[in-house]
C-alpha cells in the first residue's frame, strides 16, 4: 500500500537549517505531484510545498519563499524539504505525500527554539 515515511527533524535553534527526507512506497512515484504538509500544535495542517513529477516547483507557500525548498530523486523514491534561516513559527510536525490527498506518513517534528 501506499506509505511515506518521514524524517530529519529535530531541535534546531532560530537561523538554522534542516533538511526533511520523504521516502515513499507502494505506488509509482516518478508520476505523482508530491507536497510537504505541516502542522502546528493547535492548528490545521497547511500545505507548505509541492513538486511536480519532473521536479518542477509548483507551489511555494508564501511563509517559506525564501528559506525552504523542495526537490525530488525519483530514482530513489525520495522527496526533500530544505529549510534554512528557520524561525520558532516554523516549529511543527511536517508530513509529506501525494498533492491534494489525505495520506501521509507518521510526520517529524521540527522544533525551533533557543
Known amino acids: 500500500q501506499v506509505q511515506f515515511v518521514e524524517s530529519g527533524g529535530g531541535l534546531v535553534q532560530p537561523g538554522g537549517s534542516l533538511r526533511l527526507s520523504c521516502a515513499a512506497s507502494g505506488f509509482t512515484f516518478r508520476t505523482y505531484e508530491m507536497a510537504w504538509y505541516r502542522q502546528a500544535l493547535g492548528r490545521e495542517r497547511e500545505l507548505v510545498a509541492s513538486i511536480s513529477p519532473a521536479g518542477v516547483i509548483r507551489y511555494l507557500a508564501t511563509f517559506v519563499k525564501g528559506r525552504f525548498t523542495i526537490s525530488r530523486d525519483n530514482a530513489k523514491n525520495t522527496m526533500y524539504l530544505q529549510m534554512n534561516s528557520l524561525e520558532p513559527e516554523d516549529t511543527a510536525v511536517y508530513y509529506c505525500?501525494?498533492?491534494?490527498?489525505?495520506?501521509w506518513g507518521q510526520g517529524t517534528l521540527v522544533t525551533v527554539s533557543s
Open positions: 505525500g501525494r498533492r491534494g490527498e489525505e495520506v
